[in-house]
């Protein structure tokens, strides 16, 4: 089959790769004019890390992971007031050693050192038009132009898809803000000596994090509490941030303060897509554009590369595309139900409103190893494969 995807990020770089392995011709497009590196540190495992390790993609992977041997929770005078050692967390969890730490950034550039040759890719490029037809789908760009018909389209461009917004409509219809934006970019502006690792300070309805990457960087991110504003401009977002979080404590405004206004800052919502279904016809969508889960579930990485991985498979399984795609609906929506139930009643402790909700997190924090404060865990969050892993 000859494959148009849109989205060069986590799934649809991961689609890129099974599809074209499997003998099938693949374009992709991006709207971005290079390989998007915005985003947030990624819990990598369950089926992200099968996926990627049958891709053989681990050790380089490995290389650039930020191993986090605790978290360490700060007031707002900068005392810790609770260091969780990972391995604490990862046994409650039921995680195994197959996990790791990694920014974004690092994924997306694995991926498409992965792909870049052995697939077409056209960065600057988007969809304007989506017709389809017995015989296949045209499409219409800006950007580069795309020739002939293609017998698939695969939505991969994220919780604010273009192809989804063409086919399903506008995104207001599937979009559940949970109540908070996340931010996140990259600074030397530390003023007072940290340990490397994680740190993090929680105020009501904010959760200010630093992830250690080496010597004098850090990735910052910033979650809070806030009313719908929509999309935030580029040019606005330290402003914005700096007002949402001009009372926050610890180092927080030394950090705000420290940042050029020319540092790109990514700052969006947190929200689930929920849609009633995946595909219209030869249009069908994967990763955060069908089902994002948000930030929160800790699995928009997993379900984006699972997604990728069953979907090609349904696809190679039989000659009926629409058969196809309804056995990969079928497959993984019951997951993806489950992790988005999960995330949002999880939402509330990951960021909480007030002190004495900060004082029993910080109570399960010091208990996780606790026989009934695991289960608490094991019911809010999930690393579970979909993936069997290789053998």
């Not at 890129?16 to 990624?42: C, F, N, S």
């Not at 990598?44 to 890390?49: I, M, T």
């Not at 296949?136 to 580069?144: A, F, I, L, Y």
């Not at 950090?255 to 540092?263: E, R, W, Y």
């Amino acid at each position: 089959m000859r494959i148009l995807i849109s989205g060069a990020g986590i799934g649809g770089l991961t689609l890129a790769y099974w599809l074209q392995k499997t003998g099938h011709e693949v374009v992709v497009i991006e709207k971005a004019d290079d390989v998007r590196t915005a985003g947030y540190m990624i819990d990598f495992a369950g089926s992200s890390w099968d996926v990627a390790n049958r891709m053989g993609m681990i050790p380089e992977l490995e290389a650039v992971s930020h191993k986090i041997e605790e978290l360490d929770f700060k007031n707002a005078q900068g005392k810790t007031v609770v260091r969780l050692p990972m391995e604490k967390l990862y046994r409650a969890l039921k995680i195994s050693d197959r996990y790791l730490n990694l920014d974004r950034r690092d994924i997306i550039e694995a991926l498409y050192n992965l792909v870049h040759d052995k697939v077409e890719i056209c960065f600057g490029t988007s969809l304007t038009a989506i017709n389809q037809s017995m015989q296949g789908v045209e499409v219409t760009t800006k950007g580069s132009p795309l020739d002939g018909t293609f017998d698939l389209v695969v939505g991969a461009d994220g919780v604010h898809s273009n192809v989804r917004q063409l086919i399903f409509g506008d995104e207001s219809q599937y979009s559940d803000y949970l109540g908070y934006y996340v931010a996140a970019f990259y600074t030397q502006a530390v003023t007072e000596k940290l340990e490397a690792g994680c740190v993090v300070h929680v105020e009501p309805n904010v959760q200010f994090g630093m992830y250690s990457l080496g010597t004098d960087r850090w990735l910052v991110i910033p979650i809070y509490k806030s009313a719908d504003e929509g999309y935030i401009p580029p040019h606005q977002r330290l402003d914005v941030l700096r007002s949402h979080l001009r009372n926050v404590g610890w180092i927080a405004q030394d950090v705000l303060g420290g940042v050029s206004p020319d540092t790109p800052i990514f700052l969006d919502t947190v929200t689930q897509v929920k849609l009633p279904k995946w595909s219209s016809n030869r249009v069908v969508l994967i990763g955060d554009a069908a089902y994002c889960p948000s930030l929160i579930s800790g699995q928009g990485a997993a379900l984006a590369m699972a997604g990728a991985y069953l979907l090609t498979e349904a696809l190679n399984k039989t000659s009926d595309f629409q058969t196809a795609l309804a056995d990969y609906e079928k497959q993984l929506r019951p997951h993806v139900d489950l992790i988005q139930a999960k995330a949002r009643k999880f939402a509330p402790t990951f960021v909480p409103d007030n002190q004495l909700k900060i004082m029993m997190m910080n109570w399960a924090m010091r208990l996780v190893d606790f026989p009934p404060v695991t289960r608490i865990f094991g019911k809010q969050l999930t690393f579970e494969s979909l993936i069997p892993a290789a053998s």
